[in-house]
């Protein structure tokens, strides 16, 4: 008997009545997508105070964002989270792309998570992310076991905005992670400029990521960022690169050893480790909390903490003071014309400047 296929009706060319478009299972739900619960500021703080990390999420949302109505949403929640906040330790993480960050995150965050307990927030200051559009730091898929550890809270470098904007958001976002009880605070950050110094202003400690081999370890740093860390862990110390590592961190003591002495009283320390292998990272945790009580019991902490609460008055009142000047729509337009005038040799800066605040300073009254 012939097969079937081969009959008329099976010819290639033929068409055959299809599937029809598959109405909604429910159809009403088409209508309902977009429209979410809009929270108030007494949603959010309820959601972070029991841990909500959903809510905590969508707050920090709202802290990153340039809507003006967020903003003032954002700045409410805050403040009624700032008494629930403090109770943690921060530790600044940096070091040049490929020294292993999100590596060693990854070892740390499990390795505090089960030695201390508690909940550990991961989060970044990269300026850079402004310009490749997404950040690249605290991308929770660089962090494979923390970012499916259920006490665990990551989030990338918010995107937009200077180096100091991108800063203060992370700082506040420290705020409501410290009310959602995270106890235990990475701010990672790439360590290539200035970003450490906004690092090292909100944090408890400061470690610096290093890597041997190079020959020349102490050239590339420089001294500013090494004077501000308060350990200095040489990574990928396994394999043939033991002996290397070993090597640079005699000479990172040595240089260590001809700074001053530190505000803190404590001596920075040099450790060697392996972010992959796992090697000496007990070392490191043992290392920053010896320092914390040591910081504790001789009031350092406390006084640190005090000056950074300090420094971020001054840094509010700063950007207020500037996006309030830049965004005045007069102020904007005679910036137009002045920027000209200074390009042309018409007028120099200084009196460009001055014309312009007057100018500001008369539309106040
Ligand atoms: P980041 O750019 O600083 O976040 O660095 P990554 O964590 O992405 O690491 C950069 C590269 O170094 C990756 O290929 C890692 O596998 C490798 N790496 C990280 N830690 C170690 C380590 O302890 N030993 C060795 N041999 N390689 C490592």
């Known amino acids: 008997m012939e097969h079937p ?10 068409v055959n009545s299809g599937v029809g478009p598959v109405s909604n299972i429910n159809p009403y739900l088409q209508r309902n997508r977009f429209v979410r619960k809009q929270l108030t500021v007494n949603d959010y703080v309820e959601g972070i105070l029991k841990g909500n990390s959903a809510i905590l999420g969508q707050a920090v949302t709202l802290i990153e964002s340039v809507h003006p109505d967020h903003q003032v949403l954002a700045q409410e929640v805050i403040e009624k989270c700032l008494p629930y906040s403090g109770n943690s330790v921060r530790v600044g993480i940096s070091g040049v792309p490929g020294a292993g960050k999100s590596t060693s995150i990854d070892e740390f965050g499990i390795h505090v998570l089960k030695e201390y307990g508690g909940k550990l927030a991961v989060l970044a200051i990269d300026p850079s992310s402004e310009r490749t559009k997404g950040s690249i730091l605290g991308d929770k898929t660089r962090m494979e076991k923390l970012s499916v550890h259920p006490d665990s809270f990551i989030r990338p470098s918010p995107s937009a905005g200077s180096l100091g904007g991108v800063a203060r958001k992370t700082r506040e976002t420290i705020v409501l992670c410290e009310a959602a ?15 450490e110094t906004a690092c090292h202003s909100m944090v408890d400690f400061f470690l610096l990521i290093q890597l041997a081999g190079t020959g020349d370890e102490l050239q590339g740093i420089k001294r500013g960022i090494m004077e501000m860390a308060d350990g200095i862990i040489i990574n990928k110390c396994d394999g043939n690169n033991v002996e290397k590592c070993q090597l640079a961190a005699t000479h990172f003591r040595n240089a260590l050893h001809l700074f001053p002495p530190t505000e803190s009283g404590w001596m920075p320390k040099v450790l060697t480790y392996s972010g992959f292998y796992g090697y000496g990272i007990k070392e490191i945790w043992d290392m920053v909390y010896a320092y914390v009580k040591f910081v504790k ?5 406390e006084y640190r903490r005090n000056e950074q609460a300090k420094y971020w008055m001054y840094e509010s009142i700063n950007n207020k003071l500037r996006n309030n000047f830049y965004n005045n729509p007069t102020i904007a337009d005679m910036l137009k014309v002045a920027e000209k005038s200074v390009l042309n040799g018409e007028k120099t800066s200084f009196v460009a400047a001055k ?7 008369a539309l106040l009254h």
């Open 297 to 301: 019991a001789n009031g350092y902490f």
């Open 5 to 14: 296929e081969n009959s008329e009706a099976y010819a290639g060319l033929t």
């Open 181 to 195: 009880g995270y106890d235990k605070i990475f701010v990672e950050t790439v360590g290539v400029g200035q970003s």
């Open 355 to 361: 014309q312009l605040l007057d100018a500001y300073f």
